[in-house]
């Protein structure tokens, strides 16, 4: 006697393998390995960071810092790698379905991120700097053009 197949079962097996393969074949076509290290090549990878990249490695900072090494928190092993997963996720939607902003402007948690970074690293020099309005320094206020091209 032939065993009836629940259609139920089947369509939920079918489902999890387009979902489960596709993730997989996804993440092989997007070097997905590489995304997950810190590599300034894995930001390289998106084409609307190409003029980014090239002056990035024009500057001071290609012999001294990575995309990461700003654009992350670097003393908050979790908050390090959300942020780096909400970023790359948030990448690849527009990558893969199009509405790339005309101008990449950090968000705000970007900015702060960025901003803390600088006076970590440059903390010999950001420990004399004065904010008269006594208000956290913010770096990139007149620091704008360091790192990179700002498209």
Request: hydrophobic share 35%.
């Amino acid at each position: 006697m032939k065993k009836p197949i629940n259609k139920l079962l089947l369509a939920c097996c079918i489902l999890f393998g387009i979902v489960f393969g596709g993730g997989i074949y996804t993440f092989i076509i997007a070097d997905g390995f590489l995304m997950m290290t810190h590599k300034p090549e894995a930001c390289a990878k998106c084409h609307i960071m190409t003029d980014v990249y090239d002056s990035w490695l024009k500057g001071d900072h290609s012999s001294n810092a990575g995309c990461v090494d700003c654009h992350l928190p670097q003393n908050d092993f979790f908050a390090y790698w959300t942020k780096k997963a909400y970023h790359g996720l948030k990448h690849g939607y527009y990558f893969t379905v199009g509405g790339n902003p005309p101008n990449l402007e950090p968000a705000q948690m970007t900015h702060e991120d960025v901003n803390n970074n600088c006076a970590t690293c440059h903390k010999d020099y950001a420990h004399n700097a004065i904010n008269f309005n006594g208000e956290k320094l913010d770096c990139l206020h007149c620091h704008t053009s360091v790192g990179h091209l700002h498209n």
